[in-house]
């Protein structure tokens, strides 16, 4: 089992930047990968960055260049750095990760953190 707690939004201008944390605990040696996903407004919940086990980043095309996924792993942690943020980066993100184990896979997921960008 995973637990994961995150922390960081709030509310920006423009162009501003923010950092969002998601603290995991339990069996975080088990994550194969972890994420960030964004909920607009009316809208589904997408991803917007992840990282694997071995380091492997990914991001949406609409943050490349501006959003960075890292992870510390003496704290258990996992970070998004987000520049240059946009009125449409508004939203509430989430912290997920999986696990697969005996071909099974399961998703563990933050409570979410909501993020504002003022124009």
């Known amino acids: 089992q995973v637990q994961l707690v995150e922390s960081g939004g709030g509310l920006v201008q423009a162009g501003g930047s923010l950092r969002l944390s998601c603290a995991a605990s339990g069996s975080i040696f088990s994550i194969a990968a972890m994420g960030w996903y964004r909920q607009a407004p009316g809208k589904q919940r997408d991803v917007v960055a992840s990282?694997?086990?071995?380091?492997?980043?990914n991001y949406a095309d609409s943050v490349k260049g501006r959003f960075t996924i890292s992870r510390d792993n003496a704290k258990n942690t996992v970070y998004l750095q987000m520049n240059s943020l946009k009125p449409e980066d508004t939203g509430v993100y989430y912290c997920n990760g999986f696990t697969i184990r005996y071909g099974v896979r399961s998703d563990y997921w933050g409570q979410g953190t909501q993020v504002t960008v003022s124009s």
């Open positions: 990282i694997s086990s071995g380091g492997i980043t």
